[in-house]
């Protein structure tokens, strides 16, 4: 009797530390956090406190982005949505799986959690800007994340391309959507004429196929959010620079991140747009 009482108690210490092992499947949880498959509303409830907003507030999608919005609380929940493969949005649910994860799992949770909040947390504004005197000119934008590509090889589209319903270059300004620093500027075959600014908190923008620089950014340079960048254009697509007209008129917005070992990874940038589109 002793010895089968210490083989189930053996058993079930084993399972407990199998669970705690195994609590938050960071494999699972990075490729969703790449793939940023989420809705406008799971957004929303992670964002805000309904609890005492009515339903057709909720689901009509009345609430706007607000000063409020805790950004914290949402990298916490998405990173946990995220590892749960996008199946659990009920808050109380995902606070228990979380302090289950950050007493046993900490660093794996902070790997992705930490990259999500500094891409929500440094993005302040939409990049694309109205149009003086044109009141008819406007953007548009869908889920083009991984769609395929083949302009040099076989590729999945590593952005989302904001669209321009005047196809004209050089009259949508686009503006930094955050504080940082510019890393990288210049000629870019795929991009063209593109800008690279590295956020406070990590996160790398890239916006591509410009028509031309607001100025002569340096390498090194701080830039603010709502910085005059640049003008949407159709630049890219070829080695020879100032290259346009292989595409229409838009821009290329992407979000990057470096993993552990310094190996540049892209985001689906979609749902922070729609985000940002909505302030």
């Known amino acids: 009797m002793l010895v089968v009482l210490i083989n189930v108690y053996l058993g079930i210490y084993i399972d407990s530390e199998v669970l705690k092992k195994n609590c938050f499947p960071y494999e699972t949880a990075f490729e969703n956090f790449r793939d940023e498959e989420v809705s406008e509303e799971v957004i929303n409830s992670f964002l805000y406190d309904f609890q005492h907003m009515e ?3 909720i689901t009509e999608q009345k609430i ?9 609380k949402l ?26 994860v950050k007493e046993h ?20 504004l939409f990049p694309v800007g109205a149009i003086e005197n044109e009141p ?4 548009d934008f869908a889920n083009s994340w991984r769609q395929s590509r083949t302009f040099g090889g076989d590729r999945f589209h590593e952005g989302c391309d904001i669209m321009a319903s005047v196809n004209q270059r050089g ?28 956020s406070r908190h990590g996160a790398y923008f890239y916006y591509a196929h410009l028509s031309d620089y607001a100025k002569d950014f ?3 340079e701080e830039v603010k959010a709502g910085t005059l960048i640049g003008f949407m254009g159709d630049t890219g697509y070829s080695d020879t620079p100032g290259t346009t007209g292989n595409f229409p008129v838009h821009l290329h917005f992407g979000v990057y991140f470096d993993d552990e070992s310094g190996k540049e990874f892209s985001v689906n940038p979609f749902p922070l747009l729609r985000y940002l589109k909505s302030l």
């Open 171 to 198: 009259i949508y300004p686009i503006y930094s959507v955050s504080d940082g620093v510019v890393e990288n500027i210049g000629w870019l075959r795929l991009g063209g004429y593109r800008i690279g600014i590295r």
């Open 75 to 100: 990298s916490e929940y998405l990173a946990m949505y995220f590892a749960l493969n996008n199946t659990c949005s009920d808050s109380d649910l995902l606070e228990e799986n979380i302090s289950f």
């Open 64 to 72: 706007k982005p607000a000063e409020d919005a805790d950004f914290a």
């Open 218 to 220: 340096q390498i090194g």
């Open 55 to 57: 339903e057709s507030d």
């Open 105 to 124: 799992q900490p660093e794996k949770f902070e790997r992705i959690q930490s990259k999500i909040e500094a891409m929500w947390t440094d993005a302040v």
């Open 136 to 139: 008819g000119a406007t953007v």
